[in-house]
């Protein structure tokens, strides 16, 4: 598998919505986009698929109308072949696995504490969706898709179903995902959550709050951790933070390593060589 051409269901889609009544496009837009996921996802619905995607950037069915225009400015800027070409090297950097990836224009309604969202992915053992705007970069997406393919390859080397995951392996899959940004496209492509917190800060937290909850399992459980929460000690993108900081922390103390060297250690000896304390 590789990146699928996917502005030609984008295509598919609008062509059929413009035949529709407004009270059908979201199942045009289920049938054209979620249906074929089912041979990547075949125990998923599609309209649990749909559902999953739309927490993801999605864009919702009623903005169809805007969608061949953003499908047409994405084919020239060429980022399907963009893509393509920067999973093939990073596959080949990684050994990491044959995956497909899905891009879809990301909704205009994408809300992050306060400002709309130009990008967004998610990352599966099967399969890898990127959600973007017309203004990105090429740099941009790149670096996102090094995030994301970064959890595929950890994703796929520690085996364990998203409800069984403790949060510790969470957090570390954030941390690493974030790491790989730095490591080939440098700081400047940093997301912002890196530096929100200081290295105090984030160890002042990591005792009181994270601790004593890393063996914490299932994916859904660990949202707090990871975004934080509101009326909570949980401050917004704390787990990202952090995450990111102890890999980036064993990394000066162990590294430099080479090509997917870093992302096969196991997480207890990430956190164990890295400058967080494992007990209180």
């Known amino acids: 598998m590789s990146v699928i051409q996917t502005q030609k269901w984008l295509y598919d889609f609008v062509d059929q919505c413009k035949k529709k009544s407004i009270m059908d496009i979201a199942s045009v837009q289920r049938e054209v986009l979620c249906t074929p996921l089912k041979k990547v996802f075949p125990k998923v619905n599609p309209q649990a698929m ?70 967004n992915g998610v990352a599966y053992k099967e399969a890898l969706f990127l959600f973007l705007s017309t203004d990105l970069t090429i740099e941009e997406v790149k670096a996102m898709l090094a995030h994301e393919y970064n959890h595929v390859c950890r994703i796929n080397l520690i085996n364990i179903p998203p409800e069984k995951i403790p949060l510790k392996d969470s957090l570390i899959i954030e941390g690493l995902g974030e790491y790989a940004v730095k490591d080939l496209h440098g700081e400047k492509l940093l997301a ?30 660990h ?11 949980l ?32 997480t207890d000896t990430i956190l164990k060589g890295s400058k967080f304390p494992t007990n209180n």
């Open 192 to 221: 912002p959550w890196t530096n929100l917190y200081s290295f105090d800060q984030a160890v002042d937290l990591w005792k009181r709050h994270f601790l004593p909850s890393l063996n914490l399992k299932g994916l859904k459980n």
């Open 50 to 119: 749909q559902y999953e995607l739309f927490n993801h950037g999605l864009f919702e069915p009623y903005e169809w109308f805007k969608i061949e225009t953003i499908t047409n400015e994405l084919e020239k800027q060429n980022i399907w072949k963009v893509v393509e070409k920067e999973y093939q090297n990073l596959k080949t950097l990684w050994n990491g696995p044959e995956i497909p990836i899905y891009i879809f224009p990301i909704k205009k309604g994408m809300i992050g504490f306060g400002s709309r969202m130009r990008k």
């Open 235 to 266: 401050p917004k993108w704390i787990g990202y933070s952090i995450g990111y900081q102890i890999v980036n922390s064993y990394q000066e103390k162990n590294g430099p390593f080479k090509n997917n060297e870093l992302y096969k250690k196991s």
């Open 223 to 233: 949202y707090p951790y990871l975004y934080g929460q509101k009326g909570s000690p």
